[in-house]
């Protein structure tokens, strides 16, 4: 059930403020901010006065500590605000450093540092120059936010990705003018774009045998192995 806050003054206008469970709300709020959040913007926040936020506020922070929550509930900088308990300080610098560079694989690493020097480059062509499949890699590394989408390729259609502002900041430099001279090293995209041109084509049709008269049909060919195309994928003797 909740109350409303009236104010009759004088030619003013009636201001209604719903207020709700005060504890709740202060947990609601706190656990949204980014920052230490004083009593009167609480107060504003949750519609009670800020005496009655103060003493929740304390409540709340002695209740956390009873219970040996994994967070705690501070007063720092004239604010108050959730933080890590400091005995689990330790799990959460695994979560974050470890568990982070885990996920980023060498494989998506490679293909990351292709993107970049390449962009805006297609799927294809990555894994071109990679050799393999990276539709999986790519795809964590849009989720991770280092790659997006950057139109469309005018000749194929196909999609084109690179690197976000979000890479930068991850790797310490201001634009991509400032990544190491690793360019040179890559292989020439036009000549692998040749190579799977030609291996990609389709394989001529071969020519129509003429008709033989049943009585003098010629002798069979010799047989060759299972699998095997029709010169044997072997040079002669």
Same mark, same amino acid.
């Given at each position: 059930?909740?109350?409303?806050?009236?104010?009759?003054?004088?030619?003013?206008?009636?201001?209604?403020?719903?207020?709700?469970?005060?504890?709740?709300?202060?947990?609601?709020?706190?656990?949204?901010?980014?920052?230490?959040?004083?009593?009167?913007?609480?107060?504003?926040?949750?519609?009670?006065?800020?005496?009655?936020?103060?003493?929740?506020?304390?409540?709340?922070?002695?209740?956390?500590?009873?219970?040996?929550?994994?967070?705690?509930?501070?007063?720092?900088?004239?604010?108050?605000?959730?933080?890590?308990?400091?005995?689990?300080?330790?799990?959460?610098?695994?979560?974050?450093?470890?568990?982070?560079?885990?996920?980023?694989?060498?494989?998506?690493?490679?293909?990351?540092?292709?993107?970049?020097?390449?962009?805006?480059?297609?799927?294809?062509?990555?894994?071109?120059?990679?050799?393999?499949?990276?539709?999986?890699?790519?795809?964590?590394?849009?989720?991770?936010?280092?790659?997006?989408?950057?139109?469309?390729?005018?000749?194929?259609?196909?999609?084109?990705?690179?690197?976000?502002?979000?890479?930068?900041?991850?790797?310490?430099?201001?634009?991509?003018?400032?990544?190491?001279?690793?360019?040179?090293?890559?292989?020439?995209?036009?000549?692998?774009?040749? $190579?799977?041109?030609?291996?990609? %084509? /389709?394989?001529?049709? !071969?020519? #129509? =045998? *003429?008709?033989?008269?049943? $009585?003098?049909?010629?002798?069979? %060919? /010799?047989?060759?192995? !299972?699998? #095997? =195309? *029709?010169?044997?994928?072997? $040079?002669?003797?």
């Amino acid at each position: 059930m909740s109350e409303t806050s009236t104010d009759h003054g004088p030619g003013a206008e009636t201001l209604e403020v719903p207020l709700v469970d005060l504890r709740p709300a202060l947990e609601a709020v706190l656990m949204v901010a980014d920052q230490p959040l004083d009593v009167p913007t609480l107060a504003a926040a949750a519609g009670h006065p800020a005496p009655d936020v103060t003493a929740a506020l304390a409540q709340l922070a002695a209740e956390y500590d009873e219970q040996q929550r994994g967070f705690e509930l501070r007063n720092v900088a004239g604010g108050w605000r959730f933080y890590t308990r400091e005995a689990f300080a330790g799990v959460v610098e695994r979560f974050v450093l470890e568990g982070q560079q885990a996920r980023l694989t060498q494989a998506a690493l490679e293909t990351l540092a292709v993107v970049a020097y390449k962009q805006p480059v297609s799927r294809a062509r990555v894994s071109a120059i990679r050799g393999v499949n990276v539709d999986g890699v790519m795809r964590t590394l849009l989720s991770r936010g280092l790659v997006e989408e950057a139109g469309q390729d005018p000749e194929t259609g196909a999609n084109l990705y690179r690197t976000t502002a979000y890479f930068l900041e991850r790797i310490g430099v201001t634009s991509l003018d400032d990544l190491p001279e690793l360019a040179p090293y890559l292989p020439d995209m036009d000549d692998l774009e040749d $190579e799977l041109s030609e291996m990609s %084509a /389709p394989a001529p049709e !071969p020519p #129509t =045998e *003429p008709e033989h008269d049943p $009585e003098h049909l010629p002798e069979p %060919a /010799p047989e060759t192995g !299972p699998g #095997t =195309e *029709p010169d044997g994928g072997t $040079e002669p003797a």
